[in-house]
């Protein structure tokens, strides 16, 4: 299998994933609270976890599945893994600025991007 199979394949399967979740905390708990989304991001951080600690101390897996598994499913499934490994990378390489600006900058450019695109469609509409 091709790494871009792989990631396509992983991205779908991982997107369902996210979606039945979030689908299913709302059916139960109602659309009041993102708690879906919540536990998509606390579960897919923790995976992501899991996966990087097992292949840092020497889990061997090919390149298609490690991609498969990393960049296709968990990132189908939430960003947010990404976002925390990148954080977590920082951190262990002792680049706490870098860090810092990463977590806050992210957070804060994202929801002021956010606001401008939603004003720019304002503004087309």
């Known amino acids: 299998m091709s790494l871009w199979i792989a990631v ?31 536990a998509v991001n606390v579960l897919g951080s923790l995976a992501m976890g899991l996966v ?7 889990l061997s897996l090919s390149a298609e599945l490690r991609t498969f598994l990393t960049v296709g499913f968990l990132g189908g ?26 977590t806050a900058g992210s957070v804060a450019l994202g929801i002021l991007a956010f606001l401008a695109g939603a004003r720019l469609a304002r503004m087309l509409l």
Do not use: N
């Open 8 to 38: 396509a394949a992983g991205g779908a399967l991982g997107a369902l994933a996210r979606w039945l979740m979030v689908v299913q905390a709302t059916r139960v708990l109602g659309p009041e609270f993102p708690a879906g989304t919540m």
């Open 52 to 58: 990087a600690a097992l292949l840092a101390q020497g």
């Open 77 to 102: 499934f939430t960003t947010f893994s990404a976002y925390s490994l990148d954080a977590v990378v920082l951190g262990e390489r002792g680049e706490w600025a870098g860090a810092a600006f990463y």
